[in-house]
């Protein structure tokens, strides 16, 4: 089971078939998350090769980094269709509700785990996560990861098709696209597993809180 990327890690009030449900969401979230780190880190390497002029490696590091986000998309689309086949999301969604007292604690959670630099987001994108679970909870969340996810899959796969015949001035662009696109949706995907992890244990958030707050000054 992932320490990093999973809805609930620890249910000690839960029941054995409860606790059930969560690992069979949670399961190919982390097997996928596993697939989308491995992504970035093609892409944080294909700059490697570039800055090094070695456009053979950059193109293969592309088509590595594209098929890792297919394969991460087929494990978090299988943790969705399992979630709604199971009633998963409304289960989910009263204990985080539960957990902040009637209300999902959206904004509390990722505000404090903001300033304890647990993740990267303004106020903006906080507001527009805690609106997403309002309206819809976690199913509209996550679902939300997973369209974003599948639309960046289509563009990596496209340029990874011609990526060995691409012109210095593409390359230029869309290196910096590609990373760009993929920090946005691993920040999207950093601040649900925040939620999920941090919002379910109240007193965690209270010692995340404690702390001593932003220490990184970049």
């Known amino acids: 089971m992932s320490r990093v990327c999973n809805k609930a890690p620890n249910l000690p009030d839960g029941s054995v078939a409860e606790q059930s449900l969560y690992e069979r969401v949670d399961g190919p979230i982390a097997t996928g998350s596993a697939h989308f780190m491995r992504a970035g880190s093609e892409l944080h390497l294909m700059h490697s090769d570039l800055e090094l002029n070695d ?3 950059a193109a293969l590091r592309v ?3 594209a098929a890792a986000i297919r394969a991460g998309l ?3 689309r299988s943790s969705h269709r399992v979630a709604h086949e199971l009633g998963f999301y409304p289960v989910h969604d009263e204990r985080l509700r539960a957990a902040g007292g009637g209300t999902a604690p959206v904004r509390e959670t990722l505000t404090t785990a903001r300033d ?3 993740v990267q987001l303004d106020k903006a ?3 527009a996560i805690a609106l997403r679970y309002e309206e ?3 199913e509209a969340a996550f679902g939300h990861f997973v369209t974003a996810l599948t639309a960046f899959s289509a563009d990596l796969d496209g340029f990874a098709a011609h990526a060995a015949d691409a012109r210095p ?3 230029q662009r869309v290196a910096w696209q590609l990373l760009t696109a993929f920090d946005r949706i691993r920040i999207y995907g950093q601040a649900l597993a925040v939620i999920n992890i941090l919002g379910m244990t109240p007193s965690a958030v209270a010692v995340v809180g404690a702390g001593q707050g932003r220490r990184n000054g970049i």
């Open 55 to 57: 456009v053979r490696q």
């Open 63 to 65: 088509r590595c980094a």
């Open 74 to 76: 087929v494990e978090y």
């Open 116 to 118: 304890a630099d647990l």
């Open 125 to 127: 994108a906080v507001e």
């Open 136 to 138: 819809g909870g976690d």
């Open 169 to 171: 001035a593409d390359w």
